[in-house]
Structure formats: C-alpha cells, structure tokens
C-alpha cells in the first residue's frame, strides 16, 4: 500500500535544513504507527514537487533513512518501510502541545458521566457472556440480508439509495411498519403518524426534547432503562422516579403534576414484568385524569415464544396520548440503529422537523434494506427460528439456575432474552462481576438501572441471546461459585 504524498507537510517553525526536516517527518512517521512496514513512501519527484523543494534534497533524505534501517530500497520500485524499522503495533499521535482554550469554561453543557454503563467490546472472546441485547451471529440470516442490501443497491433503487429525503422516510419502509408490523400490536396508524429514526434511544430523546423542560416533571419507572434517565437529567427537567411492583409501574403513585410517563408495559425493562390489562386501563385513565401523556417503549414483543403478547398500551388509547416506540435494532441487530415512533400526527410533525434539524433522515439504503427483509418474509422467518432458539435455552437456563439455588427476580412471562436476578443481600454484583470477568464469564450488574436515591447493588441481568446453550450450565456454576465466596 503507497502512503499518499498529500500527508506530508513541512512545518514553517520547524528547525533545521529541509533534509532534516523530511528524515524528521518520516521517522516520526513511522515511529508513530502511522506509516507501517512494507508501506511504499511517495517517490522523490512527487514528494519535491508536493513540497514545492528541490527533487536533490528528498532523495538525500531518504538515502539516510535507507542507511538508518529505516527505509528499504527495491530497485526500481521505488522506497518502503523497512522491515526492521521500530513501528509500533498501532497508530498513537503524539500529545498535542497544552491546548489554551478553557473547556471547562467553554462548554454550556456536558454529557460525560451518568449511569449508563460502557459495555465490554470484546465480549465474543469470553466463553460465558451473559450479555444482554447483542446479536447471535449463527441466528442471523447473512445470506438473505445480504441479498436484500445488493438489491437495495441497484438501479431500480437508485432514487432510494441516493436521493435526500429531507424530513421524508422510506415510503416502503413505512408502509410495511403500517400494513403488518403495528396491526400485530393492535395499532393503526396512517404514515403522517409514524416517523423512523436511529434505533428507540433516539425516539426517546426525540419525545423529551419535544415534550420536557426545566418547568416540566417526567414520571419513570424504577429500575429502568439507564440511558433514558440520563437523557432526562441533561434536560434538567423534573424526574419521579417510582418503584415498579410484580405488575409493572403502578398508576396511582403517579403524582398529579406529571407531564409526561415513560413506561414499558408489555416488557418491564429490566424486570421483565409484563403490565396486566387491567393495570393498562388504570394507566390510561390515570394519564388522562392528570393530562399526560405517556412514552410507551415496546421493546422485545417479538421474542414472545412463550405465548402471544399483550397488545399495546397504544391499541388502547382513545386520546391519542400515547407515544409508541418501536425498534428493529432489538430483534435484527444492534448495530442497524433503526426504530420507529408513532403517535399524533401534530406530535410527528414536530418529531420530524426536529429530526431534520439534527440529522436530516436515517441512511436511505439501510431503510430500503430494511423494507426489503421485511416484505420478503426473511424478518418473521428469523423471528421464528430465533423464538425457538432462545425458547431451548430458556429451558436450560431455568434448570441451570434452580440447580445452583440462584434468586430469580424477574421472568417475561410471554418470553423474551434475559432474566432479572437478585443476588445476597450485601451483594456488589458489580464486584462479582469483574471477579468473575478472568473466568470468561459476563453478567450486567443491575445497580445503574436504579436511581441514586434506590440503588441496590445485589441486583443483576443474564442476557441468554449470545450465549449456547451447552455453556449455559457451566457459565453458571462458576456464577453460582462467586456468589458464594463473595
């Protein structure tokens, strides 16, 4: 691979003649990681001519280079990296000088901190990874989407693929979320109603930065998503944070000056607790008695191998105060970022041109990517077959658990990827955790799901979605074996 002349530049305040200079340059060069052996330099006449130097001076440069070992020549070919020069295994920039800005005077506003915790990027490496939301490759259907991309790709979807929607989504996209994925959660919806964006996390954020202000208070269910608490404290507004019992977010502890309820009935995230449609009724009248509305995340409805989900909260509503967010980053992987809310065609209208503002449309080919994987009948297809998958190890992971006298705290009672458990009193799971991390086990701990005024640390989840089912058991035991000596 030949290094490009146009990353070569002489510095005006460097010291020393031009020859200097470019030994300088390249040694820093490769001493940095940036240039790798066997890399092939700029020949000397378009190093010159790039410089705007003489052709005499690059070609002394190099041949002292070639004399430090730091170069190599190969005939005619030209110049490249020596095999024995010292370059490091990765690319470092050097530190910058001290910056005279004042950041932290600067900057109005951070979003550094919070509870939401960074998830371990190497977790295919470990053999136990009880990890939560990532995706199985061996249940994903490569072969299918793989198709359906080279399709979207093509000449018929130039427009698709290229074209700016501006605030406009992709009208096959919409149409199948529509005719066949919100009818399967008792909701109807015309396409001014639904609006796509980058996975449910950005829903969300769209729905409080609409609907919250520092004057305005939002009611959250305790535990919750840690990511949705944080984006509410970085709006600063008012947060009633309400512990959640066996059946979800209970209504009547909602306090009268609520503006907006964010809740996941069909799901409870992360117990687990499915809302009984009596509760859902309660909520809904609740919400209208006090003039709310409610953020309804429904999130893994598709992974209900155990029986048929409730339907929505949305199906329910008679006001139009209900906000749905949906998500294809959950059931297809995480890394497509792309969900979908639908409410009030007043609210939508606002949600798109702030989007618009921010973002403009989510990717064009991933949209008609999408719309294909779903037309063609490969999404239900992998739903079915990852539902059976998960159903198995399920099973297993429950006989696992009552084996080891494991406290499980939580259970979808229609299915779904994890299970909500409660570890000792006195119990850091966060400890237990990165003491089990040497044996190639992951577990989440639960603590960051719990806001500061209720943390409890001897809470955990185990994701089953990435893990076989033949390690479940060992996985476990040594779980089961820290706990103890914890």
């Known amino acids: 691979m030949a290094i490009s ?3 070569f530049f002489l510095n005006s305040d460097a010291q020393g003649t031009l020859q200097a200079q470019i030994q300088e340059m390249i040694a820093e060069g490769i001493l940095s990681g940036r240039f790798r052996v066997g890399e092939k330099l700029p020949s000397s006449r378009k190093l010159a001519l790039h410089l705007g130097i003489s052709r005499i001076t690059v070609t002394l440069a190099y041949t002292e280079l070639l004399a430090n070992d730091y170069l190599t020549s190969r005939g005619r070919s030209g110049y490249y990296v020596s095999d024995n020069a010292p370059v490091p295994p990765s690319y470092t920039p050097p530190v910058q000088s001290e910056e005279a800005v004042d950041w932290g005077h600067m900057l109005v506003r951070t979003f550094t901190g919070g509870d939401t915790p960074r998830k371990a990027r190497d977790w ?53 979320i529509a005719r066949h994925t919100l009818p399967r959660r008792g909701v109807t919806a015309r396409p001014e109603q639904i609006l796509i964006t980058l996975g ?23 535990p919750t998503y840690y990511s949705l608490r944080d984006q509410l404290q970085h709006l600063r507004c008012q947060v009633d944070c309400i512990p959640v019992d066996r059946d979800g977010l209970p209504p009547q502890e909602i306090p009268d000056d ?20 009596a509760r859902r009724r309660e909520l809904l009248q609740r919400a209208h008695d006090i003039d709310a509305v409610i953020v309804e ?10 029986g048929a989900p409730s339907p929505a909260l949305k199906s329910l509503d008679s006001d139009g105060r209900v906000i749905y967010v949906g998500s294809f980053s959950k059931s297809l992987f995480p890394g497509l970022r792309l969900g979908y809310m639908v409410g009030s065609e007043a609210f939508i209208r606002q949600a798109r041109a702030l989007r618009a503002n921010v973002l403009r449309h989510p990717p064009g080919h991933i949209q008609r990517t999408v719309a294909y ?11 079915r077959r990852t539902a059976k998958i998960l159903h198995d190890r399920r099973c297993v992971i429950e006989e696992a658990v009552t084996e080891h006298g494991l ?44 806001s500061s005024a209720n943390r409890q640390a001897n809470y955990y989840r185990l994701g089953y979605s990435s893990i076989a089912a033949n ?11 820290a706990l103890k000596q914890s």
């Not at 954020?205 to 305790?222: C, F, H, P, V, Y």
């Not at 609520?258 to 449609?277: E, K, L, N, Y």
């Not at 994890?418 to 799971?429: E, F, K």
């Open 200 to 222: 449910a996390q950005n829903a969300l954020w769209l729905a409080s930065q609409l609907l919250l202000n520092r004057g305005r208070k939002a009611t959250i269910e305790d």
């Open 124 to 176: 295919r490496s470990y053999k136990y990874p009880f990890i939560y939301g990532q995706a199985d490759p061996s249940l994903f259907d490569h072969a299918n989407w793989r198709l359906c991309a080279l399709r979207a790709l093509g000449q018929k979807d130039f427009a698709a693929l290229t074209d700016d929607y501006f605030d406009q989504d992709d009208p096959l996209l919409i149409e199948y």
């Open 471 to 481: 390690r479940i058991a060992p996985g476990l035991a040594l779980l089961a074996k």
């Open 258 to 277: 609520t503006d907006v309820i964010f809740c996941t009935p069909s799901h409870q995230s992360p117990t687990t607790a499915t809302m009984p449609m």
């Open 297 to 306: 995340d429904d999130y893994e409805f598709e992974m209900s191998f155990l």
């Open 407 to 450: 406290d499980v705290s939580g259970v979808g009672v229609y299915g779904g990827s994890s299970l909500w458990m409660r570890g000792p009193n006195g119990t850091d799971m966060a400890e237990v955790a990165a003491a089990l991390k040497p044996e190639s086990v992951i577990i989440e701990p639960g603590a960051p799901f719990f």
């Open 5 to 7: 002349v146009d990353t």
């Open 373 to 383: 994987f779903l037309s063609l009948g490969h999404y239900d297809a992998q739903i």
